[in-house]
């Protein structure tokens, strides 16, 4: 599974940057991500995503915009709708702060892994 969030190198996380692109004020999420019906063991209705699906608009306090975009095909598995009411969670919180979950394909399992950014701690 591919989790889909904001790389610390983002510049929406660079707090030399704050004042110029501003805190996250909202986060939404594209409508047909919000009504993708994920359910059951084979998520047989889940939302099939390519590389560049639009996911999310990130709106910031200063009125700048950032889309993110699903960076890897596979199924939509989940979507973290508590980013809706706590969009500065997805600064303060990579764990709960993820934007969605993305089942890959298992034939593009090694494409897929070159082109994540690993998890730095």
Known sequence: LCTVGIAREHPLLDLER???IGSIAKIEFVPNV???VIQG???KHSMKVVSDTKICTI???TGKEFIVRAAVRGL???WNSRLE???ELLARDPHQGF???IKPPTDDDARILS???PRID
């Open 115 to 117: 082109d994540c950014v």
């Open 18 to 20: 704050r004042e110029e």
């Open 59 to 61: 709106h910031t306090s």
């Open 85 to 87: 009411q706590e969009p």
């Open 41 to 43: 063991k084979a998520k």
């Open 99 to 101: 934007l969605v979950i």
């Open 76 to 78: 939509l598995m989940e």
């Open 34 to 36: 919000k009504s993708s």
